[in-house]
């Protein structure tokens, strides 16, 4: 059997720490990664290779080929990210090697897919269909109702995601490039995301929480905030409804990011309906969250499965709470920092525990996702209340300055959160 194992790897950032899953002296481990990401591979990789993006297959192709000419065929394909999972199952295919393939992936990418499957496990969750065209989503309007929600079948991070309240707005759907898409019922019940391990038989350690604005809202120059629930009146239904929908998915361990809407029946208890779900560690902060509030690394149990291990991960008896906040640069990326400021220190204990600022003149790339924005801040404390409090503070103080790289009038941000 070979030792060795390639690693996809595009975080500029320590989202995963590789070295702590993958004994480098033991396999020889190569990673294909970008030029802004090398500096964060483990300094005992075999080699790395850099290509302009790891969801460009053919560049990647290139890279692992080269790589499989010095180390041989690779046992394994790691990619933690959900935006190089496709790119991992193809290389997979070619190689012959074992994980996950196109095929077993489907119903984690495409949102089609999963909400077939989810739907005839009887999960509930808003009307949806497939959007080829527009008349597609006219026809499924005027049957459901306006307004409709249309996403890409395989979009990331809210890419693409285009509300439409009417007949007039189907010109909206011609703003971007033509791709596989879904349309979905409108639903304007506040969004929660649920985070952790499905063992193959039932629910490992898991948190839920409720989003602070909207990813949405986000893509289109709001701030972004999350922070855990603690309402054991909540958790109960959630903690089932996650259970149910982790089952009706992957039968077998995975680390799963689930999206649903939560919000209240006529007789008072939750009404909880799925939105989708991803066969990752969540996005934005919350691998660092769950390390350093919860002492759980959702990375690593992510690597155990695509490795072939059964993940392991424990339970706490009791949690702490946490939430992140997200600012985005307040003009479109590329762009410089100018200045910002942030009354409260980083310590304070009504402040957030970590910011991830970037240095006056260091430059924001033009890369989406939630990496590599204006700012990134994490919070940790004893209840729902208190994280939330910190995070509409910090929202209202943080200061962010910037100017386009190539001399366009720069702006100021000023970062709120809608209520």
Request: proline share 8%; charged share 25%.
């Amino acid at each position: 059997m070979s030792d060795h194992i390639v690693v996809l790897h595009r975080w500029r950032d320590r989202h995963a720490h590789y070295e702590k899953y993958l004994d480098h002296r033991t396999h020889r481990v190569t990673y294909v990664t970008t030029e802004l990401a090398l500096d964060s591979v483990p300094g005992e990789a075999a080699a790395a290779r850099t290509v302009p993006a790891t969801d460009d297959l053919d560049a990647v192709w290139r890279a692992v080929t080269e790589l499989r000419t010095h180390f041989g065929v690779p046992e394994r394909v790691v990619a933690l990210n959900e935006g190089d999972l496709d790119t991992a199952a193809l290389v997979r295919e070619r190689l012959g090697c074992a994980g996950q393939t196109s095929a077993a992936l489907a119903r984690f990418r495409d949102k089609l897919t999963m909400n077939r499957v989810t739907a005839a496990a009887g999960i509930p969750a808003p009307a949806f269909g497939d959007a080829p065209d527009e008349a597609a989503v006219l026809s499924f309007a005027e049957h459901h109702g306006w307004p409709v929600v249309v996403k890409p079948r395989r979009g990331t991070a809210s890419r693409g995601v285009v509300r439409l309240d009417s007949e007039a707005d189907l010109p909206l759907l011609r703003t971007s490039p033509p791709e596989p898409r879904l349309v979905q019922e409108f639903c304007a019940d506040p969004v929660f995301h649920i985070d952790g391990l499905w063992t193959g038989e039932e629910l490992g350690p898991w948190r839920a929480s409720r989003y602070v604005n909207t990813c949405v809202d986000f893509t289109q120059g709001e701030a972004l905030g999350s922070v855990e629930v603690d309402d054991p009146e909540l958790l109960g239904p959630l903690g089932a409804f996650t259970a149910r929908v982790s089952a009706a998915l992957g039968p077998e361990p995975w680390v799963f990011h689930l999206e649903a809407f939560v919000g209240t029946s006529a007789d008072g208890s939750p009404s909880i309906r799925f939105l989708e779900a991803g066969y990752r560690v969540g996005g934005a902060e919350i691998p660092f969250v769950w390390r350093e509030v919860h002492g759980i690394d959702l990375a690593g149990a992510a690597a155990a499965v695509q490795l072939g291990r059964r993940p392991e991960l424990p339970v706490p008896e009791k949690w702490r709470t946490g939430g992140w906040l997200l600012v985005p640069s307040p003009v479109p990326a590329p762009c410089r920092v100018t200045a910002w400021d942030l009354p409260d220190p980083p310590t304070s204990d009504e402040g957030p525990y970590t910011a991830v600022i970037p240095a006056v003149g260091q430059v924001v790339p033009r890369l989406g996702g939630y990496e590599h924005v204006g700012a990134r801040f994490r919070f940790r404390g004893a209840s729902s209340g208190d994280v939330e409090k910190a995070i509409l503070r910090t929202a209202a103080q943080f200061r962010l300055e910037c100017a386009p790289e190539r001399g366009v009038r720069g702006a100021r941000a000023v970062c709120g959160l809608d209520r």
